[in-house]
């Protein structure tokens, strides 16, 4: 039986990743987070992926703290790049097949056509450049590797803009969200369900298409647009105002538009990607 060890089991990914690991038979999953497998020590990182022959690393622990990030740069590069140098040089010293997840945050948002795995990074805050360089570090040191960028990421639990929302339109009459921002929200069990088929096609395959894939839920839409499907599912009765970028000023800037392209994952992997309506309902109707 192949070996799974989540990072980061408690964050949003990785919690979805956990509640699919009871219908895995071929797969043992082992959960750990910062307070059982801190990423930032190197050596408990060598010693558990040894102890454990451990055969894949999905790495879902981060600093996700995206405006925080501009006034933490120190602890935001420990966990986004240098832990995953960490995790690259062990996953190496024990030939671990490693499944990174990075963002769109890498792009400048300037595009108008969805962003491709070949297409220029150019990050605009401090998490998207640890990120950026997590992702070098991964690749540098560690080959035998696949990254994952993905966008909009949401689910029942943790901080994320869906759950808000639901809280504040409880709350309020009124709500002003950004209109003007391009993107697909991304629910983490979607994403979860296609890491498994990644590490099943490995081992039916015996191939392990390593490099850069994109992943979210398919379709275009605005945080406006999104807001108010969250609403409508929700039941409650707010107004959604749209509002322009301009008057919702945050410390880390965000790209302006960031869809992202997923033909290769579908091409390579043979993965059904669910439309981003269809997935909100899933997620509304678990809640
Ligand atoms: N959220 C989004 O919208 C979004 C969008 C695009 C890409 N992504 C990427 O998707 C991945 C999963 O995101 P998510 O939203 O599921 O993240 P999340 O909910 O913030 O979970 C991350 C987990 O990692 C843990 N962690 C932090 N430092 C650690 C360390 N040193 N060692 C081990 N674990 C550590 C966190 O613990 P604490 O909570 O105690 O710090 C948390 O449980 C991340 O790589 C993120 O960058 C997210």
């Given at each position: 039986?192949?070996?799974?060890?989540?990072?980061?089991?408690?964050?949003?990914?990785?919690?979805?990743?956990?509640?699919?690991?009871?219908?895995?038979?071929?797969?043992?999953?082992?959960?750990?987070?910062?307070?059982?497998?801190?990423?930032?020590?190197?050596?408990?990182?060598?010693?558990?992926?040894?102890?454990?022959?451990?055969?894949?690393?999905?790495?879902?622990?981060?600093?996700?703290?995206v405006d925080k990030?501009?006034?933490?740069?120190?602890?935001?590069?420990?966990?986004?790049?240098?832990?995953?140098?960490?995790?690259?040089?062990?996953?190496?010293?024990?030939?671990?097949?490693?499944?990174?997840?990075?963002?769109?945050?890498?792009?400048?948002?300037?595009?108008?056509?969805?962003?491709?795995?070949?297409?220029?990074?150019?990050?605009?805050?401090?998490?998207?450049?640890?990120?950026?360089?997590?992702?070098?570090?991964?690749?540098?040191?560690?080959?035998?590797?696949?990254?994952?960028?993905?966008?909009?990421?949401?689910?029942?639990?943790?901080?994320?803009?869906?759950?808000?929302?639901?809280?504040?339109?409880?709350?309020?009459?009124?709500?002003?969200?950004?209109?003007?921002?391009?993107?697909?929200?991304?629910?983490?069990?979607?994403?979860?369900?296609?890491?498994?088929?990644?590490?099943?096609?490995?081992?039916?395959?015996?191939?392990?298409?390593?490099?850069?894939?994109?992943?979210?839920?398919?379709?275009?839409?605005?945080?406006?647009?999104?807001?108010?499907?969250?609403?409508?599912?929700?039941?409650?009765?707010?107004?959604?105002?749209?509002?322009?970028?301009?008057?919702?000023?945050t410390k880390a800037?965000?790209?302006?538009?960031?869809?992202?392209?997923?033909?290769?994952?579908?091409?390579?992997?043979?993965?059904?990607?669910?439309?981003?309506?269809?997935?909100?309902?899933?997620?509304?109707?678990?809640?």
């Amino acid at each position: 039986m192949k070996k799974i060890l989540i990072t980061g089991a408690k964050g949003q990914l990785g919690s979805e990743l956990m509640a699919l690991s009871a219908q895995q038979p071929d797969f043992q999953f082992i959960a750990t987070d910062v307070d059982t497998l801190d990423l930032t020590d190197r050596h408990a990182l060598s010693h558990c992926l040894k102890t454990r022959q451990v055969d894949y690393v999905v790495n879902c622990a981060a600093y996700t703290a995206v405006d925080k990030a501009e006034d933490d740069a120190a602890l935001c590069y420990k966990i986004n790049r240098d832990a995953v140098q960490n995790l690259a040089e062990a996953a190496t010293e024990n030939g671990v097949r490693v499944i990174h997840i990075s963002t769109d945050y890498v792009f400048d948002g300037q595009a108008n056509t969805p962003y491709k795995e070949t297409d220029a990074v150019n990050p605009q805050s401090v998490y998207g450049t640890s990120k950026l360089a997590g992702e070098q570090a991964l690749q540098a040191a560690c080959p035998n590797s696949i990254i994952i960028r993905t966008a909009w990421l949401y689910s029942t639990c943790g901080n994320n803009f869906m759950k808000t929302m639901r809280r504040l339109s409880a709350e309020r009459t009124e709500l002003n969200v950004v209109c003007d921002q391009t993107g697909t929200p991304t629910y983490a069990a979607d994403l979860a369900q296609a890491i498994v088929e990644i590490i099943a096609f490995a081992e039916r395959e015996k191939t392990f298409p390593t490099g850069i894939y994109h992943y979210s839920n398919e379709g275009t839409t605005t945080w406006y647009e999104f807001a108010q499907k969250i609403i409508a599912l929700a039941g409650t009765n707010c107004t959604i105002k749209p509002i322009p970028t301009a008057e919702y000023p945050t410390k880390a800037a965000r790209p302006i538009y960031s869809v992202l392209d997923k033909s290769k994952i579908k091409r390579t992997f043979r993965v059904n990607i669910p439309a981003w309506e269809d997935a909100l309902r899933r997620c509304n109707s678990r809640l």
